[in-house]
């Protein structure tokens, strides 16, 4: 179940000084705890926002490093927006297996993500259509994206406790929220969401509110 994101920075300062030295002179030992701080996350993700642990751009943006000669070019970089789902259904293709829709008389879930073989050929401009979205929730925060367009919900006191919309296009620092000027937009991104959210079978908290 999705709960509101708890404000885990005093809980883990906290168990840092109680079960770890950090003295200088320990360092780098294996009871020590190392870590550069939520500022130098921030900026090690820059231009995106936030860090890791949120669904913004600075959370779940991250390189991939792909070595497979027989299939995908070498020196070949990419921004193709792609997602971890889509290494089960590339990895199924490769190996020419096919993802079963019953096994031992049970309903499979259906498989997310795509396969990234096609793009990779060069038989597909995009791993994903203009019409395909993607959802995604952490924490209790949520997200879907479509094409340039991505909508996210990150509960207080860590965010507004309201939907954004945002441009990645022309706004890749998720820094200015659309959601007021563009309702349509919203509205339909809101909707992706809720199909989401009905195919995945995720189960919000009820502190949280709905978005419509």
């Given at each position: 179940m999705l709960e509101a994101l708890p404000v885990i920075g005093p809980a883990m300062k906290k168990a840092i000084e109680q079960y770890y030295d950090n003295s200088y002179a320990n360092l780098g030992?294996?009871?020590?705890?190392?870590?550069?701080?939520?500022?130098?996350?921030?900026?090690?993700?820059?231009?995106?926002?936030?860090?890791?642990?949120?669904?913004?751009?600075?959370?779940?943006?991250?390189?991939?490093?792909?070595?497979?000669?027989?299939?995908?070019?070498?020196?070949?970089?990419?921004?193709?927006?792609?997602?971890?789902?889509?290494?089960?259904?590339?990895?199924?293709?490769?190996?020419?297996?096919?993802?079963?829709?019953?096994?031992?008389?049970?309903?499979?879930?259906?498989?997310?993500?795509?396969?990234?073989?096609?793009?990779?050929e060069g038989r597909k401009q995009s791993v994903y259509s203009e019409k395909s979205f993607t959802g995604w929730e952490l924490f209790g925060q949520m997200a879907v994206r479509q094409g340039r367009w991505k909508s996210l919900f990150i509960p207080p006191p860590l965010g507004k406790g309201e939907w954004e919309l945002y441009d990645l296009e022309n706004d890749p620092g998720e820094i200015y929220d659309l959601s007021q000027k563009e309702k349509d937009k919203l509205a339909w991104m809101m909707g992706l969401w809720e199909q989401y959210e009905n195919e995945a079978?995720?189960?919000?908290?009820?502190?949280?509110?709905?978005?419509?």
């Open positions: 030992n294996a009871n020590s705890w190392i870590w550069y701080g939520p500022q130098w996350a921030q900026a090690a993700t820059a231009p995106s926002r936030m860090n890791k642990g949120y669904i913004t751009q600075g959370g779940i943006r991250c390189p991939c490093i792909i070595r497979y000669p027989r299939h995908f070019p070498k020196n070949h970089i990419s921004d193709e927006f792609t997602t971890v789902m889509d290494i089960y259904p590339t990895v199924l293709a490769l190996a020419g297996v096919t993802y079963p829709v019953v096994f031992e008389g049970r309903q499979i879930v259906p498989l997310r993500g795509s396969s990234w073989i096609d793009y990779f079978g995720v189960i919000l908290d009820a502190d949280i509110p709905r978005f419509l």
